[in-house]
């Protein structure tokens, strides 16, 4: 199970979609914190922080949108993983963008789990009960990478 003291940071430019990706996992059971940004800027400026002290965004689970305004999801990606203080923090892109091209950009960048959102409402919520699920069986090492 995620740990508890494990932050689910959700990246989502959609207040509806943000609302509905935290009642749905705290309804498969995560009673984990979470902490929203609403654009990639606000993401990779929580990440990087130069008065940051404290170790605690490697103790975070990140779910990330991609088509977000003033730096996308990509965008974030590429910046976390390319440093070695965010490397490790497992990150789930979590998008409606379902282009096998972006898809494996994703993953060759360094994403851990790609989750397309789907369009209709039911299965939106199916899908992020199941990803709620998935992340109750994981957990995170002491590094920030997932294990079994």
Known sequence: MVAETVTIIVVED???HATLIERNLRRAGLNN????FRDGQEAVDYFFN???TDESITESVLLLDINMPRLDGIDVLRRLKADPRTALIPTIMLTTT???REIERCYQLGC???????VEYESFIEAIRRLGFFLQIVKI???GRPSQ
Do not use: E, I, Q, W
């Open 112 to 118: 851990n789990v790609y989750v397309t959102k789907p």
């Open 33 to 36: 914190p979470f902490l929203r």
């Open 50 to 52: 130069p008065s940051r």
């Open 98 to 100: 379902d282009d096998p």
């Open 141 to 143: 090492a002491a590094n």
């Open 14 to 16: 959609d207040d509806g």
